[in-house]
C-alpha cells in the first residue's frame, strides 16, 4: 500500500504538456495554503516596522500580509485571463514574486 507521501497526483494536460498540480482541487488546495503562507511571511516581515512609525503592530501586518496577498492574486487573475487554465508553472510563477529565495 502506497503512503501519501508516496502518491504522485501531478498530472500532464495532453493539450499543452504543461505540467497541472493534479486536478483542480489539488490546484485550489494549494494555492489557498500558499496565500496562507505568503500573507504570513509579508506580514512577519514588518512586526518592528509598524512600531517605528507609529502604526499599531496588528495593522502593520494585516497591510503587509494583504498586500503580498493582492500581488499573487492579481498575477494568478492575469494568468488566467489569457487562456483560462492554471498550469504549475504558471501557479509557481505567480508565487515567485512575492518569494525572495525562489531565485536562488
Known amino acids: ?16 504538456g504543461q ?3 493534479g486536478g483542480a482541487v489539488t490546484n485550489l488546495w ?3 495554503l500558499r496565500i496562507i503562507a505568503v500573507f504570513a511571511a509579508s506580514g512577519l516581515s514588518v ?15 494585516t497591510m ?3 498586500l503580498g496577498v493582492a500581488t499573487v492574486v492579481e498575477r494568478l487573475a492575469r494568468a488566467f485571463l489569457d ?13 515567485a514574486k512575492v518569494d525572495k529565495k525562489s531565485g536562488e
Not at 500500500?1 to 499543452?16: F, Y
Open 30 to 32: 494549494n494555492i489557498f
Open 83 to 95: 487562456d483560462g487554465k492554471m498550469s504549475a508553472e504558471v501557479i509557481n510563477q505567480a508565487f
Open 64 to 66: 503587509a500580509g494583504l
Open 19 to 21: 505540467e497541472v498540480l
Open 1 to 16: 500500500m502506497a503512503r501519501k507521501k508516496d502518491v504522485d497526483l501531478t498530472i500532464i494536460d495532453p493539450a499543452t
Open 47 to 61: 512586526i518592528g516596522a509598524g512600531a517605528v512609525v507609529g502604526i499599531s503592530t496588528l495593522t502593520a501586518v
